[in-house]
């Protein structure tokens, strides 16, 4: 059974979903929606508690999702709107030598980005061929063993891989380093006094690559493997390489969903506090440098990690204002991520017919769709299911 | 005139040539070219005298172009690449297996020297010896053991029937294209997009205000994790729900069951062992949160086992302080922290490994 760990929305329920209400009207057989039932079934006062239980705690989604929004924003806008110079808070601690909010938060936002951008320039092309080695290359036998180990990745807590990157990435990235400074110190990224502990930026995205790897992977795997069987097979036939079927059929397949996957991935990555509160050593600017020592740019979730606790009224309501940026951040990055998804995922248009439909898909269609689906599930390789 | 063209090409002395076999390389060709590759690169690695990183990247240059040289040589740009793009493919997967090992060693070789039953089962803390004027670190988890399982086992308290209910709620009731469905399926996939310490910030927003300042609570941080494991639960308990076969509900229903009773008697029961795994991956996705709970709970040394007064110590936290604000004795610090990390570690896989016992044991037939 696909547990998929990532908490992606799979791109074929959207249209199983569409599909099952295209039959609502044409197929009695469908007793989906309350209405259908209701009519005929007598209602009983258990039914409607449970209802209104399981109604409830939908809600109850809605309402905790809004209550995030509000609490944040009733915390942080005392610091928002306060004269950071004439408050004997704010001119204090972490947040002393800044005339408002927006030049306090400015920087982190900047380095929030960049970290997260590193991260993913590293990462996603990893975690794509993990991908496909997964779905194309791998023995079908090992296919799911392999992707349950990079699943595994993902149940690694993030502490664990933070305390990893302090003692065995900045050591191992150190001759890195000092070779880049050296020899490709013009370049802006790895400019300025080379750090000679490793704990710079540099260090800090290897370590967020590899926490975003399992996400970007397991969402780039499931969509490879959706690939219309009938396509990669045509590909093939005509003589291409298993290289040109993969770039002729799966990736022009996949591609909406591989940007979404990446974009998801960056949701993780702007996010991540505890591996760039340990490893990298920061301090509030724009910087583009990545290999110094406390000259790196910081971003939002250490900068609250690391001075919280020491950070008293006013301050602490500053740092939940930079929260709530990274919220407004993550959470527009996110929806773009399922706009995409969505609207161009794939099996948009004429490809949905072709589609080869996962198992909940022929549970909930139509029976003579769901004798051709099945005839697709038989074809789909055996990584698919497991 | 067609006999001579003939001859012309072909030389009849020689055998005939399958052209869908020609110009093939050896079948374990990579092997053979990577040994060799090895073997160049660990001379030129030794002749400089050189890191070890040097020798693996060296070594991978030197493979690639050699397969690439070949290929094209012997067979053709086309193949060239496809070569190329098969060894690149392995190497990414590689490169994702050696920190997974790398991490897991590391913290199994750093943790198991402080992990022993005194770590276990005792606080930890300062002892003063009067004798000597020494003061001794003791470490301990106790307290961050009894913490970790509170806050997280609330957090399931929370989260597990809110979670199945709002799954039930989208494949049971709703129609999918009603408004709320959509508006309810969209927003869980924006909750599991949520930073996990914004869901602390957001705990501690809520209590002060309720509480007023200084709230720190192990409830909550337990209120941060279920705004974290509600969506994944929701998730997987949907996808749970949506693979029972819609035979059984509509049997039940054409013998006159009620919806509720057939929900109750029949779905759940089919799904059971799904929504557990489910449950139990959820469990170890926020069992190892660690901002979240730094921000809502704070920390402390002291043991404190109410959750819902006053700082409480969790095994994440005690990890991350340990290294980020270690007390006089760095070395014992550092030592508890990885003691932490590896009991969390531990604690992960066992719950990893349970959850898919569950779904490996009772997977229903043709899920599979």
Request: charged share 10%.
């Amino acid at each position: 059974v696909s547990t998929n760990e990532s908490g992606f929305r799979s791109s074929a329920e959207p249209f199983a979903r569409s599909g099952a209400a295209g039959s609502d009207t044409t197929d009695p057989r469908t007793p989906r929606g309350a209405g259908s039932a209701r009519a005929k079934v007598k209602s009983r006062p258990a039914d409607r508690i449970f209802f209104g239980l399981s109604f409830g705690a939908a809600t109850l989604i809605l309402v905790i999702l809004a209550a995030v929004a509000l609490f944040l924003i009733i915390q942080a806008i005392p610091a928002i709107v306060a004269s950071w110079q004439h408050n004997p808070d704010l001119s204090s601690g972490p947040t002393a030598g800044y005339s408002n909010f927006w030049s306090y938060v400015g920087p982190l936002i900047w380095g929030t980005l960049f970290v997260s951008a590193i991260a993913l320039i590293i990462g996603a092309p990893i975690a794509i061929g993990i991908a496909l080695f997964i779905s194309h290359y791998a023995p079908r036998r090992l296919a799911g063993i392999l992707g349950y180990l990079i699943d595994l990745l993902a149940a690694v807590p993030s502490i664990v891989f933070g305390l990893w990157g302090i003692i065995v990435i900045r050591p191992l990235l150190l001759p890195l380093t000092t070779f880049l400074n050296h020899n490709l110190g013009w370049f802006p990224l790895f400019g300025g006094a080379a750090s000679t502990t490793g704990s710079t930026i540099l260090a800090g995205a290897v370590v967020l690559a590899v926490m975003i790897l399992p996400i970007i992977s397991s969402i780039s795997r499931e969509i490879f493997l959706q690939t219309p069987r009938l396509h990669e097979e045509a590909a093939l036939a005509l003589g291409a390489t298993k290289w040109e079927m993969i770039k002729m059929a799966v990736l022009p397949y996949a591609r909406s969903g591989v940007v979404s996957a990446t974009l998801l991935g960056l949701g993780r990555a702007l996010g991540e506090t505890m591996a760039i509160a340990l490893i990298i050593s920061p301090s509030i600017q724009i910087s583009w440098r990545i290999l110094t020592e406390s000259q790196n740019s910081q971003t939002i979730a250490a900068n609250i990690a690391l001075n919280f606790q020491v950070a008293n009224g006013l301050q602490r309501e500053a740092l939940i204002g930079t929260g709530l940026m990274l919220f407004v951040i993550s959470l527009g990055v996110n929806i773009l991520a399922r706009f995409i998804i969505g609207r161009t995922g794939p099996g948009t248009g004429s490809k949905r017919k072709t589609k080869p439909a996962r198992p909940s898909v022929a549970a909930t269609s139509a029976p003579i769709e769901s004798a051709a689906l099945s005839m697709a599930i038989i074809d789909q390789p055996e990584g698919a299911q497991s | 005139m067609s006999a001579a063209v003939h001859t012309q090409t072909r030389d009849p002395r020689r055998p005939v040539v399958n052209p869908l076999t020609t110009g093939q390389l050896p079948r374990f060709v990579e092997l053979y070219v990577l040994v060799g590759s090895a073997i160049v690169s660990g001379g030129i690695a030794l002749l400089m005298g050189h890191h070890w990183g040097t020798f693996v990247i060296l070594g991978l240059v030197i493979y690639l172009v050699a397969l690439a040289v070949l290929s094209t040589m012997a067979e053709s740009r086309r193949k060239a690449v496809d070569r190329i793009v098969r060894s690149l493919v392995c190497i990414a997967f590689l490169l994702a297996i050696a920190p997974l090992i790398s991490t897991l060693a590391t913290v199994a070789i750093k943790g198991i020297g402080d992990l022993n039953w005194s770590f276990i089962s005792t606080t930890g803390g300062a002892v003063f010896n009067p004798a000597t004027l020494k003061v001794t670190i003791s470490n301990g988890a106790l307290q961050a053991i009894v913490g970790t399982l509170e806050i997280t086992g609330i957090a399931a308290l929370m989260s597990i029937p809110v979670g199945i209910l709002t799954s039930i709620y989208l494949v049971e009731y709703s129609r999918p294209n009603q408004l709320m469905a959509r508006a309810v399926t969209f927003l869980v996939d924006v909750m599991t997009g949520i930073p996990s310490i914004v869901a602390g910030l957001f705990a501690l927003s809520l209590f002060t205000i309720i509480v007023g300042p200084k709230a720190f609570s192990g409830f909550s941080a337990s209120v941060a994790l279920s705004v974290l494991m509600i969506p994944i639960v929701v998730r997987s308990c949907e996808e749970m729900l949506r693979l029972v076969p819609h035979d059984l509900r509509e049997a039940s229903f054409a013998l006159g069951v009620s919806r509720y009773s057939t929900i109750i008697k029949i779905v759940l029961p089919t799904a059971i062992a799904g929504i557990i795994t489910g449950v139990m991956l959820a469990i170890a996705r926020v069992i190892g949160e660690t901002a979240p709970i730094f921000i809502a709970a704070s920390f402390t040394n002291n043991f404190n086992a109410n959750p819902f007064n006053g700082p409480m110590q969790t095994l994440p936290v005690l990890a991350y302080t340990g290294y980020k604000f270690p007390s006089q004795d760095i070395a014992a610090s550092n030592a508890s922290a990885w003691g932490a990390a590896l009991l969390l570690v531990l604690i992960v896989v066992i719950l990893n490994i349970i959850a898919r016992i569950i779904a490996r044991a009772f997977a229903p037939k043709g899920a599979r």
